[in-house]
């Protein structure tokens, strides 16, 4: 069984039997919950297949890309997963960046805050009035939905669909502890970020809702890598920080630590090939601060301090272009390391 704290799992899209087994073997390490993330398509498909094979872990979106579809339609599968689930879901949101939402999926962005907070708005009122016939119209900046037709097709199993922002810096931070249910931190955090930057962040926020800590889960998310040859964990490490590194909206935050130049090398190696072609680009100091690397010991002893302020935490293989038995040897390190 897992330790004291709390440490949630992932899954990813893959064949049913290897979902529905890597699913039941989290459940039975005593994991929290499981988290599938929306890189591109949607998470709901992995998540009904880890709930049909689970009976006390949470599920939750990991996250749903707010931006990339009608805040109705995330209502209704949020709902459609609760209902899966029998009430073990969690609604996880988050902007992702601009040329992901205008550029991949041709849905407007906006100005994210303002956008997420008016989805999270809809998103609720769908939820807990849907099925009461109080439904009527929404104009809001950037939704406009006429409900006078909308027939419910049932009530739904809650009400109250736990939301969780995801956020990478202040703004979405802030908002997340002032609406959210709960905040889901960056996988390209760093430790240091993670426990001292964005505490404040979440402090305001609160402020701002009139809430207390308490009100909030905390969820740290972290790339681990834990390897008897730390020189091997670094390798493996820099393709997806070079993968984060190349995202231009991503720059500040890297600058933050020191990195901007290494950033704008990497952005402009990915606009003439993909991140896999300038994972050289990315220093072994990066590398180091932004996956948490070096042997089990030294990985332990570094994870441990997100427990100064997290409830929970998520630890994932720095998954980009590792090789299918790499990442499955990471998984079971990680496993054998933080939950067994």
């Known amino acids: 069984m897992a330790d004291r704290h709390k440490y949630w799992g992932t899954v990813s899209p893959m064949p049913a039997p290897m979902i529905a087994g890597q699913a039941q073997q989290l459940e039975a390490m005593g994991l929290e919950g499981v988290f599938a993330p929306q890189v591109y398509g949607p998470p709901w498909i992995p998540l009904a297949v880890a709930a049909g094979a689970t009976e006390r872990m949470k599920l939750a979106s990991g996250i749903a890309l707010a931006f990339a579809r009608s805040p109705f339609e995330t209502a209704v599968a949020a709902m459609d997963m609760d209902l899966i689930s029998n009430g073990r879901f969690v609604l996880g949101l988050g902007s992702s960046v601009r040329s992901w939402s205008e550029g991949f999926f041709g849905m407007p962005y906006g100005k994210p805050v303002e956008h997420l907070r008016e989805v999270i708005e809809i998103v609720r009122l769908v939820v807990q009035k849907g099925h009461t016939g109080e439904l009527k119209r929404y104009d809001g900046k950037y939704h406009h939905h006429d409900f006078s037709e909308y027939q419910s097709l049932r009530e739904p199993v809650r009400t109250d669909i736990p939301v969780w922002i995801a956020g990478l810096r202040q703004p979405l931070l802030k908002l997340g502890a002032e609406v959210a249910d709960g905040i889901i931190g960056h996988p390209i955090w760093s430790i240091e970020w993670a426990t001292t930057k964005v505490m404040d962040d979440i402090k305001a926020g609160l402020e701002r809702g009139g809430r207390k800590r308490s009100d909030l889960e905390f969820n740290v998310w972290l790339f681990v890598a834990p390897n008897n040859d730390r020189k091997q964990a670094i390798h493996d490490a820099k393709a997806t920080v070079a993968f984060y590194g190349g995202i231009e909206q991503y720059e500040?935050?890297?600058?933050?630590?020191?990195?901007?130049?290494?950033?704008?090398?990497?952005?402009?190696?990915?606009?003439?090939?993909?991140?896999?072609?300038?994972?050289?680009?990315?220093?072994?100091?990066?590398?180091?601060?932004?996956?948490v690397c070096g042997t089990p010991d030294e990985v332990k002893k570094r994870v441990d301090k997100i427990w100064e302020v997290a409830d929970s935490a998520t630890l994932m293989p720095p998954a980009y272009a590792l090789a299918p038995e790499q990442l499955m040897g990471y998984a079971m390190s990680i496993a054998q390391l933080f939950y067994a």
């Open 252 to 291: 500040p935050f890297f600058a933050a630590h020191g990195f901007g130049k290494e950033a704008k090398l990497l952005q402009e190696g990915v606009k003439h090939g993909d991140y896999t072609t300038v994972t050289h680009l990315v220093p072994d100091d990066m590398a180091q601060t932004f996956v």
